[in-house]
């Protein structure tokens, strides 16, 4: 994994505007850091803070050697100003689609009927399984079926209900940019059980229920990516064996390559 400086910035020991660090006084906690530079990771993952007066729109890294005359391998870095490529060595997932899902789906929209009922945290009535995310503006393509492994995944809290939500509003617009042709979710929320079992990344976001796995109808994924990349130029995007992923994480965009899967461009 390597963190790829895109313009003149800072690592911070705190995700705060440089100036406030600075005024600080504090040695060790801002280094300035100029666009073309590269580190190897060990890790990395979007910072997302709840305060206020944090950022969320940095990413807390791990650099696998400290900088000369730092001791800290662990800072922030302004998420515009970086680019994450590569991936955790582990992050190769398995999760295999519902069998005969759509089928089912598309039966339940011809009978109108959702299925069987689920409870979702944040939503204050049960919905239908096969029941379209959202109904407004216009009805979503894609269901709590999909989102849920068939009703299986429930979301541990609301905050990942309304994250599923938004990730399908946004899904209905790639959608649309790609053809309108359907797409068909392999794997979109995976609660922290599932996805160390079908070895997802540490800090996948299918746990944060912002990403999904998938291929479109009558498209070869490499072509997918392809068009994504300058679409979808904000979160994570990568191409594996028979899918797409794309996530709308915080922080640094990310690009990668799946074990197994085909090599492309990826910036």
């Not at 850091?33 to 990395?44: M, R, V, W, Y």
């Not at 696998?64 to 970086?82: E, T």
């Not at 990349?229 to 994570?236: A, E, P, S, V, Y």
Request: glycine share 8%; with cysteine.
């Amino acid at each position: 994994m390597k963190l790829i400086i895109t313009s003149d910035t800072f690592l911070k020991a705190l995700p705060n505007q440089a100036s406030e660090i600075r005024l600080k006084g504090l040695p060790n906690q801002l280094v300035e850091i100029k666009a073309g530079q590269s580190f190897e990771l060990d890790d990395s993952r979007p910072y997302e803070g709840n305060a206020a007066s944090i950022n969320d729109d940095h990413e807390f890294v791990q650099l696998a050697q400290p900088l000369p005359n730092q001791p800290g391998i662990r800072w922030f870095v302004y998420g515009l100003h970086s680019q994450i490529e590569g991936t955790d060595p582990g992050n190769d997932p398995h999760d295999e689609p519902i069998a005969n899902q759509d089928a089912a789906i598309a039966q339940a929209k011809a009978d109108k009927a959702y299925g069987p009922k689920i409870s979702l945290p944040g939503i204050s009535r049960p919905v239908g399984v096969f029941e379209p995310v959202y109904f407004e503006p216009t009805v979503c393509n894609f269901t709590w079926s999909e989102m849920t492994k068939g009703g299986t995944r429930i979301p541990v809290d609301a905050s990942i209900t309304a994250r599923i939500v938004e990730l399908c509003k946004y899904l209905d617009e790639v959608r649309a940019f790609l053809g309108g042709m359907p797409m068909y979710i392999t794997s979109a929320y995976r609660d922290p059980v599932t996805n160390r079992r079908v070895r997802g990344a540490r800090s996948s976001r299918h746990m944060a229920g912002d990403a999904v796995d998938f291929w479109v109808k009558g498209m070869n994924v490499v072509d997918v990516f392809y068009k994504l990349k300058n679409f979808h130029r904000k979160g994570g995007l990568a191409v594996g064996n028979g899918f797409v992923h794309l996530d709308m994480r915080p922080g640094a965009p990310a690009r990668w390559m799946y074990p197994g899967g085909p090599v492309v461009d990826l910036w």
